[in-house]
């Protein structure tokens, strides 16, 4: 693969690096050190300068805000967007589709190996959390029973935990359902399904864990969530509560 050629930079600064790093690398700060920038790093690491020499760890060499950058591996898609890679330093014209990598636009293609770079007007990301409440009877019976079904979002996210609370004390001898939260048609929770029983709701206000969610809890701004009871089990005749799910969202830091 052809080494990055930085044809053009402006808004130079002077910088010594914490990691080994290559000409046309994005760089970003991070624990105190510069080192690549990195989308799907924990906590990502947003794109802040452009190296314009390669260099080893303690090494001091220059970088840009700003860069025309050659790269004869590449076949880009002319005027379409650049953006920060999940291989550390690297871009790519593919966003990052994982609730917890960045989602930063940092230039735009020129040529089929030709991009510019401009880190400053680059923004950060950031995430913001909330709680969407589901009120619900649990349903009676033991057959499969919808509480959402097909909702979009419209923004991309994670789920980071969910959870049933109850409001009206749950009887029935023996009681036990199962609940399930699906992306599309994919468990959140994996085969990690934890059941609902009588005992989880013996008070008002009790709270229930509803297993871990895993690698499957990532969702796009186009995917649909939906909440159920699985069938089976052994029937409430009475209880009431709401689904407690707690979700990630990526917004641009303003």
Sequence with gaps: MADPTILQGQGQVDLTLGAAVAAGDLLGYSGALWVKADAD????????????????????????????????????????????????????Q????????????????????????DVMGAQPSRYVHTELTLPLVIPGGTG????LTGVTPGFRGRVEAWQFVTTVVGTGAGATRTPQLKVGAVLVTGTDQTALVLADTAAVGQVKGLGA????????????????????????????????????????DT
């Design 94 to 117: 593919v966003a990052p589709s994982a609730a917890n990598a960045l989602n930063q636009v940092v230039g735009k293609a020129i040529s089929a190996t030709r991009y510019e770079v």
């Design 144 to 147: 499969a029973a919808d509480v």
């Design 41 to 92: 790093a924990s906590p990502p690491i947003p794109a802040q300068l452009i190296a314009a020499a390669g260099g080893a760890s303690g090494d001091r060499i220059g970088a840009f805000k700003r860069a025309v950058v050659d790269n004869q591996s590449l076949a880009l898609t002319v005027n379409g967007s650049i953006y920060l890679s999940t291989v550390a330093g690297g871009i790519t």
């Design 213 to 252: 969610p895993t690698g499957a809890n990532d969702f796009g701004a186009t995917d649909t969530l939906t909440a159920q009871f699985l069938a089976g089990g052994t029937a409430f005749t009475a209880g009431q509560g709401y689904f407690l799910i707690r979700v990630r969202e990526e917004v641009l």
